[in-house]
């Protein structure tokens, strides 16, 4: 099976501090990455949608300047939360997919935890 | 953009029953995938079921299946032999070929 491996999965940080979270696909060429942030009890909303080699798309009222997200490679993105803030702290999930119309299914991580004091 | 919508925030079921989870979608688009995720609380996301838009039989896994009404933009779980472990919140998804959304999700409880 395709195994997308996400780490940190937990950690908290200082405020004003950035930390950076690394999303992998493990047996599997990532064209598409995907970051997504839950709130407790809530749903995944999607931040932003990444394609390697391509600059990521944001969703409308994300910042890119806060959420710095890289697809250098088709094996690894990463997503780095600068100037981190309490009001930043939530769960960040990663999924990866690869190309082509029969590969639609999207592979998850398993998730970060961040908590920013 | 598109929307997905689960109008069922919480469902319950008797284990070995049956019950059928809701979602809708709103597009503009013809090609599409549609997905049914689970997350129990370890938070890892498990996928249940899929369906291309442009099938028309309604996919099925196990005791898994969907109800995929494209007109409608209706896009139902249902979930026979209900087991303990089944409990979980379930997302609705939708695939385009640039992102993929979910809707708020169904905390499914199975009691004994």
């Known amino acids: 099976g395709a195994v997308v491996s996400q780490h940190p999965s937990w950690v908290i940080c200082k405020s004003g501090t950035s930390v950076k979270i690394e999303c992998r696909s493990l047996?599997?060429?990532?064209?598409?990455m995907f970051w997504y942030r839950q709130f407790p009890k809530q749903s995944l909303m999607l931040m932003a949608t990444s394609n390697e080699g391509s600059k990521a798309t944001y969703e409308q009222g994300v910042e890119k300047d806060k959420f710095l997200i890289n697809h250098a490679s088709l094996t690894l993105s990463t997503l780095t939360v600068t100037s981190a803030h309490p009001e930043d702290s939530s769960f960040y999930i990663c999924s990866a997919s690869r190309s082509g119309r029969e590969n639609t299914e999207a592979f998850f991580g398993q998730g970060t935890r961040l908590t920013v004091v | 953009a598109q929307t997905v919508t689960q109008s069922q925030p919480e469902m319950s079921v008797q284990e070995a029953e049956t019950v059928t989870l809701s979602c809708t979608y709103d597009t503009s688009e013809s090609d599409y995938y549609l997905f049914w995720y689970k997350q129990p609380p370890s938070r890892q996301m498990i996928l249940v079921i899929r369906q291309e838009a442009y099938k028309q039989q309604n996919a099925t896994e196990n005791r898994f299946s969907v109800n995929f009404q494209k007109a409608a933009k209706s896009f139902s779980l249902k979930i026979s032999d209900s087991q303990l472990g089944d409990a979980a919140m379930y997302f609705c998804?939708?695939?385009?070929?640039?992102?993929?959304?979910f809707g708020a999700g169904t905390r499914l409880t199975v009691k004994p």
């Open positions: 047996d599997f060429q990532a064209t598409t």
């Open positions: 998804a939708y695939r385009s070929s640039y992102d993929m959304r």
